[in-house]
C-alpha cells in the first residue's frame, strides 16, 4: 500500500510504501476479498478487491455492498505498517485518539519534539503529515534538532556489529574506531552522556548573587534551545563558584566547634543547604539521574514539605533579593587577589607547598584597603595565608625581603620569603611590568595627542582617558621605587 503527500517544506517527494514483513507492529487495516467463483485464488491476486476499513465488521459490510449476491471470505493483510508509519502516529495515539479524550483535548497539539536531524524525514514528516491529515493541526510547532554523538569518522559509536550497517561499511566502522579508541569505549551512564538570605558574610552573600545571575541565563538558554549554553552556565557555576571558592571558604566555619562562630557557621550552614537545593534543581534537566539520587538524600527543612521527586519541583526562578552587584564586586578584587598570592606560593615555596606564609597587600586607595581589610578571612582561607597586613600608599611603606605581584592598578600583594630574596628575579619582573606599564602609556598619549581629539571626543571620553594615565602614571612610579629598593638590596 502506498501513501503520498507532499508537505510545502519538503521536495522531490516520492510514494512511500507503509507495509512491512514484521513479526511485529500494527496490522494492515486492508481486507482480501476472496470471491467464491474466483479463478485465481492467491492472496492479491486481484487489486480491486481490497478493501481499507476501520475494523473487519466495517470490511464485511463494505464487501457486501460492493460485491452484492456473491459469496466471499475476507483476509486481513498479513503485513504490518511500516515502524514509521506507527512512529508518525505517536503524538494522537498516546493521547487516546481516535476517541476525544481528555488528554487529546489538552495535549494536542504538543510545543516542542526534539529528535535528531538524521530521521527529519522519516519521523518528523510523517508525523506533520499524519497529525494535520488525522488531528485536524500540526503535532507540534517547534522542532529541537540535538547534536549526534559521533567517532572522529563520522560513525556512531555503539554495537556497530547490532545494527544493519553493509559489511564493508562495517569494516570501515570498526577500523575508525581501533584506530580511535584501541582499548574500547567505556560504558556510562546516561547522565554522564546527556551531561531568603540575608547574611553579614561576604562569601554567602555573593555564591547566593552568582546563582540569581546562573538561573536567569540557564532560563533564557532553555527558553531559546541554546542547551550547550545552558549547560555551560551550570556546569561554570558548580564548579568555579560553588566548589573552587564557596566551600572553600567556609570550611574554616566546620572545622570545630566554636562557639564564638556559631552564628556564622549558622549562616554558611544555611546558604550550602539553599545551593544544593537550588543548584541541584537548576542541574536537573542536564543530570536527571544523578540530581534526582542526590535531591533525595537531601535533608528536608523542618516543618516544611516539598514534592516527592525533584523532577515534579518547581525549576528555579530568580529571587530579588539575592542580588547583590557590591559584593559580587568584593568578591571579584578577593578572588584575582588570591590567584596572585596562589601565584607567589608557588613560586617561593615549590615543594614546601603546605607551608602558609604572611602577606601584605599594598593599596593604592582607602576604598580597596577597606575591602580588602574587611574580607581579611576569605583571603586568609582561600590563599593559604600565615597573617595578612593591609599596608596605604602614601602611609605605609612597602615591605622588604618580599616577592611582588600586581594584582591591578590599585593593588599590588607582597608574599614574605623564608631565607633570602633572589632580588634579580623580581627585579627582572618588575622590569617587565614597567615595560607594559610605558606600552599602555604611549597607546594612550598617541590617542590623547592625536589631531582634533579634544574637538572630537566626548568630555567624558576625554575625563576616563586622563584617569587611565594617571593611574599608569601611578602605576609606573610605584614600580619605580621597587626597582630602586631591590638595587638597594643587592
Given at each position: 500500500?502506498?501513501?503520498?503527500?507532499?508537505?510545502?517544506?519538503?521536495?522531490?517527494?516520492?510514494?512511500?510504501?507503509?507495509?512491512?514483513?514484521?513479526?511485529?507492529?500494527?496490522?494492515?487495516?486492508?481486507?482480501?476479498?476472496?470471491?467464491?467463483?474466483?479463478?485465481?485464488?492467491?492472496?492479491?491476486?486481484?487489486?480491486?478487491?481490497?478493501?481499507?476499513?476501520?475494523?473487519?465488521?466495517?470490511?464485511?459490510?463494505?464487501?457486501?455492498?460492493?460485491?452484492?449476491?456473491?459469496?466471499?471470505?475476507?483476509?486481513?493483510?498479513?503485513?504490518?505498517?511500516?515502524?514509521?508509519?506507527?512512529?508518525?502516529?505517536?503524538?494522537?495515539?498516546?493521547?487516546?485518539?481516535?476517541?476525544?479524550?481528555?488528554?487529546?483535548?489538552?495535549?494536542?497539539?504538543?510545543?516542542?519534539?526534539?529528535?535528531?536531524?538524521?530521521?527529519?524525514?522519516?519521523?518528523?514528516?510523517?508525523?506533520?503529515?499524519?497529525?494535520?491529515?488525522?488531528?485536524?493541526?500540526?503535532?507540534?510547532?517547534?522542532?529541537?534538532?540535538?547534536?549526534?554523538?559521533?567517532?572522529?569518522?563520522?560513525?556512531?559509536?555503539?554495537?556497530?556489529?547490532?545494527?544493519?550497517?553493509?559489511?564493508?561499511?562495517?569494516?570501515?566502522?570498526?577500523?575508525?574506531?581501533?584506530?580511535?579508541?584501541?582499548?574500547?569505549?567505556?560504558?556510562?551512564?546516561?547522565?554522564?552522556?546527556?551531561?531568603?538570605?540575608?547574611?553579614?558574610?561576604?562569601?554567602?552573600?555573593?555564591?547566593?548573587?552568582?546563582?540569581?545571575?546562573?538561573?536567569?541565563?540557564?532560563?533564557?538558554?532553555?527558553?531559546?534551545?541554546?542547551?550547550?549554553?545552558?549547560?555551560?552556565?551550570?556546569?561554570?557555576?558548580?564548579?568555579?563558584?560553588?566548589?573552587?571558592?564557596?566551600?572553600?571558604?567556609?570550611?574554616?566555619?566546620?572545622?570545630?566547634?566554636?562557639?564564638?562562630?556559631?552564628?556564622?557557621?549558622?549562616?554558611?550552614?544555611?546558604?550550602?543547604?539553599?545551593?544544593?537545593?537550588?543548584?541541584?534543581?537548576?542541574?536537573?534537566?542536564?543530570?536527571?539521574?544523578?540530581?534526582?539520587?542526590?535531591?533525595?538524600?537531601?535533608?528536608?527543612?523542618?516543618?516544611?514539605?516539598?514534592?516527592?521527586?525533584?523532577?515534579?519541583?518547581?525549576?528555579?526562578?530568580?529571587v530579588e533579593c539575592w542580588t547583590n552587584e557590591r559584593a559580587e564586586n568584593?568578591?571579584?578584587?578577593?578572588?584575582?587577589?588570591?590567584?596572585?598570592?596562589?601565584?607567589?606560593?608557588?613560586?617561593?615555596?615549590?615543594?614546601?607547598?603546605?607551608?602558609?606564609?604572611?602577606?601584605?597587600?599594598?593599596?593604592?586607595?582607602?576604598?580597596?584597603?577597606?575591602?580588602?581589610?574587611?574580607?581579611?578571612?576569605?583571603?586568609?582561607?582561600?590563599?593559604?595565608?600565615?597573617?595578612?597586613?593591609?599596608?596605604?600608599?602614601?602611609?605605609?611603606?612597602?615591605?622588604?625581603?618580599?616577592?611582588?605581584?600586581?594584582?591591578?592598578?590599585?593593588?599590588?600583594?607582597?608574599?614574605?620569603?623564608?631565607?633570602?630574596?633572589?632580588?634579580?628575579?623580581?627585579?627582572?619582573?618588575?622590569?617587565?611590568?614597567?615595560?607594559e606599564i610605558q606600552k599602555q602609556q604611549e597607546k594612550l598619549k598617541k590617542?590623547?595627542?592625536?589631531?582634533?581629539?579634544?574637538?572630537?571626543?566626548?568630555?567624558?571620553?576625554?575625563?576616563?582617558?586622563?584617569?587611565?594615565?594617571?593611574?599608569?602614571?601611578?602605576?609606573?612610579?610605584?614600580?619605580?621605587?621597587?626597582?630602586?629598593?631591590?638595587?638597594?638590596?643587592?
Open positions: 500500500m502506498w501513501l503520498s503527500a507532499v508537505p510545502l517544506w519538503l521536495e522531490n517527494i516520492h510514494d512511500w510504501c507503509i507495509s512491512r514483513q514484521l513479526w511485529w507492529g500494527h496490522r494492515i487495516p486492508a481486507w482480501y476479498v476472496a470471491l467464491e467463483d474466483d479463478e485465481l485464488k492467491k492472496l492479491g491476486s486481484y487489486d480491486d478487491h481490497w478493501i481499507v476499513a476501520r475494523d473487519e465488521k466495517d470490511a464485511q459490510a463494505e464487501a457486501s455492498k460492493r460485491f452484492a449476491g456473491k459469496k466471499f471470505e475476507l483476509c486481513q493483510d498479513p503485513d504490518v505498517l511500516d515502524t514509521w508509519f506507527s512512529s508518525g502516529l505517536f503524538p494522537l495515539s498516546v493521547l487516546g485518539w481516535p476517541d476525544e479524550t481528555d488528554d487529546l483535548k489538552a495535549f494536542y497539539p504538543t510545543s516542542v519534539l526534539e529528535t535528531g536531524h538524521d530521521i527529519l524525514f522519516f519521523w518528523v514528516a510523517r508525523m506533520v503529515m499524519l497529525g494535520i491529515k488525522l488531528g485536524g493541526d500540526v503535532p507540534f510547532r517547534k522542532v529541537y534538532l540535538h547534536p549526534m554523538i559521533r567517532d572522529a569518522h563520522g560513525r556512531l559509536h555503539k554495537r556497530l556489529e547490532e545494527g544493519n550497517l553493509d559489511p564493508n561499511e562495517l569494516a570501515v566502522a570498526k577500523a575508525g574506531q581501533m584506530k580511535d579508541f584501541p582499548n574500547g569505549i567505556a560504558e556510562c551512564g546516561a547522565d554522564a552522556l546527556d551531561l531568603h538570605l540575608f547574611l553579614t558574610q561576604l562569601s554567602c552573600q555573593w555564591i547566593l548573587s552568582v546563582l540569581n545571575k546562573a538561573i536567569s541565563r540557564t532560563v533564557a538558554s532553555l527558553d531559546s534551545y541554546d542547551f550547550s549554553d545552558g549547560a555551560s552556565t551550570v556546569y561554570s557555576w558548580w564548579q568555579y563558584q560553588f566548589c573552587d571558592v564557596f566551600i572553600e571558604a567556609i570550611k574554616p566555619y566546620f572545622a570545630g566547634d566554636d562557639p564564638a562562630i556559631a552564628s556564622e557557621r549558622s549562616s554558611a550552614q544555611h546558604a550550602l543547604w539553599v545551593c544544593l537545593e537550588t543548584g541541584l534543581r537548576l542541574l536537573h534537566p542536564f543530570m536527571p539521574f544523578v540530581t534526582e539520587e542526590l535531591w533525595q538524600r537531601l535533608p528536608a527543612v523542618k516543618g516544611s514539605t516539598r514534592k516527592e521527586s525533584i523532577m515534579l519541583s518547581e525549576y528555579p526562578s530568580s568584593e568578591m571579584d578584587l578577593v578572588e584575582s587577589t588570591v590567584k596572585c598570592l596562589r601565584s607567589l606560593r608557588a613560586e617561593v615555596l615549590g615543594k614546601s607547598k603546605n607551608e602558609r606564609l604572611p602577606a601584605f597587600a599594598f593599596c593604592q586607595t582607602d576604598a580597596v584597603g577597606e575591602i580588602i581589610w574587611s574580607h581579611e578571612f576569605e583571603i586568609l582561607t582561600l590563599a593559604s595565608l600565615s597573617s595578612l597586613k593591609v599596608l596605604l600608599s602614601g602611609k605605609d611603606e612597602a615591605p622588604a625581603g618580599c616577592a611582588i605581584q600586581n594584582v591591578n592598578e590599585n593593588l599590588i600583594v607582597y608574599l614574605k620569603v623564608q631565607g633570602t630574596l633572589d632580588a634579580e628575579a623580581e627585579q627582572e619582573k618588575i622590569k617587565n611590568k614597567m615595560a590617542i590623547m595627542n592625536a589631531a582634533g581629539y579634544q574637538e572630537k571626543v566626548p568630555s567624558h571620553i576625554q575625563e576616563d582617558n586622563a584617569a587611565k594615565l594617571a593611574k599608569l602614571l601611578q602605576e609606573f612610579e610605584f614600580f619605580q621605587k621597587e626597582s630602586t629598593r631591590l638595587d638597594e638590596m643587592k
